[in-house]
């Protein structure tokens, strides 16, 4: 239990030196980033990016009338295709997977 | 015989390590951290030993039965430590293979890949259903053979070890020699990356000769740099979501699977594997980019 105890300490010990050393950088997607992200989607091959005011995310259309979202999480970022339908909805986008039911893009 | 545990000796190196490598990341600008994921990859870490603890047990049970099948007597001499660390690294390279290319071990191997960051905090982000995926039956054989359970137990220790120092993009290349033999950083790299010409390929855990032997090599390419993860990156830090993910998605498609041979391919086939449609498998996304890479030539 003691090790255990020492272990958790250490884990938060560490995570608290990277968080000090600056380590949560929220970088902006250009559209260039943006394209290549949705690149990294098999089959999907993306024409163009409309990124979100705050410039972390973007929904990207593709070259197959399909669309994909970028998403970001920490400094790097996450593309997913949009299910058929929900490339027209405003509001909250359901990717049907946990912790991507309620998707926005943008503030 | 009572063997030290060469992973518990090292967690004071490990920390002292990271801690250095943090500050070489501010300094030289090279490689990259994020707290968050430092963080997932600490506490996964942190968890796989607690599921080890909990498994030891059973798992020394298993070894201790199957040793009594054992075809020869070894001795706790130096060259049987050595054959054993040789042919331990040969089970875990034939492990490994397995793990990236049958889902059930894919599975519980995927954790340590789910970071897409490569750093030393990556090297401990280990898995917390290795028991559960079988993933000891790749060990069974040394057992059969005569190595003492014990020996196995430190040969293990001291290759799960070395594979350390390899999760860092500080270190460029190693001398010729070493990087022929032994598995580096820079070969590391490449079996962490999701570029399509690296998918499946440096399994090795010390030598990287496995590799080279068994056709599965890639060298590290000046003009391709890794992109680290997995193809379906997470969209969360969470560790226990990173540890059970590809377990829901299983049993989600087990579910929903219509006929024996669906079942057999969720489970038995390929990560990404779906009826009739190989597009999202390493093969797959291997072939689309060779075949783009020929219209485009
Ligand atoms: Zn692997
Ligand atoms: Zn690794």
Redesign the pocket.
């Known amino acids: 239990m003691l090790t255990f105890l020492l272990s958790a300490a250490g884990v938060l010990l560490l995570t608290g030196v990277a968080w000090a050393l600056g380590f949560r950088e929220a970088p902006r997607l250009s559209q260039c980033r943006a394209l290549a992200e949705a690149c990294q989607i098999p089959g999907f091959r993306p024409i163009a990016a409309e990124i979100a005011a705050d410039g972390r995310s973007a929904r990207v259309t593709g070259a197959a009338g399909d669309a994909a979202v970028i998403l970001p999480v920490g400094d790097r970022f996450i593309a997913r295709r949009l299910p058929e339908g929900a490339a027209a909805a405003h509001d909250a986008i359901d990717l049907g997977e946990p912790f991507l039911h309620r998707v926005r893009l943008g503030p | 015989m009572t063997l030290p545990d060469p992973v518990q000796l090292a967690v004071p190196v490990f920390v002292g390590l990271v801690l250095l490598e943090m500050v070489a990341v501010r300094l030289r600008r090279r490689g990259a951290y994020e707290w968050h994921d430092a963080g997932a990859s600490l506490a996964l870490g942190l968890g796989s030993t607690v599921a080890g603890a909990l498994v030891a047990a059973p798992v020394a049970g298993i070894a201790s039965f199957v040793f009594q099948f054992r075809l020869f007597e070894v001795p706790f001499a130096w060259w049987a430590f050595l054959a054993a660390f040789v042919l331990d690294d040969l089970a875990y390279y034939v492990f490994?293979r397995t793990?990236?290319r049958v889902r059930w071990f894919w599975a519980s191997?995927v954790v340590?890949?789910s970071s897409q960051h490569y750093n030393l905090t990556t090297a401990l982000r280990q898995t917390w259903t290795g028991f559960f995926s079988l993933s000891f039956l790749f060990r069974l054989p040394l057992f059969l053979i005569g190595f003492p359970p014990a020996m196995v137990v430190f040969v293990a220790g001291l290759n799960l070890v070395y594979q350390f120092w390899i999760h860092t993009e500080q270190i460029g290349r190693m001398p010729r020699w070493f990087e022929a033999v032994m598995n580096t950083p820079s070969h590391h790299r490449v079996?962490h990356a999701t570029n399509p010409c690296y998918l499946d390929r440096n399994?090795a855990g010390v030598f990287i000769v496995w590799d080279r032997l068994f056709g599965t090599f890639a060298p590290e390419r000046a003009d391709e740099p890794c992109r680290y993860g997995i193809v379906r990156n997470l969209p969360t830090f969470n560790p226990l979501w990173a540890a059970i993910h590809e377990w829901v998605a299983i049993g989600r498609d087990v579910l929903a699977a219509r006929s024996l041979r669906a079942l057999a391919g969720f489970t038995l086939g390929p990560p990404g594997w779906r009826p009739g449609d190989r597009s999202m498998t390493s093969d797959g996304i291997r072939a689309a980019w060779a075949a783009r890479a020929r219209e485009q030539a």
């Open positions: 490994h793990a990236h191997h340590h890949h079996h399994y």
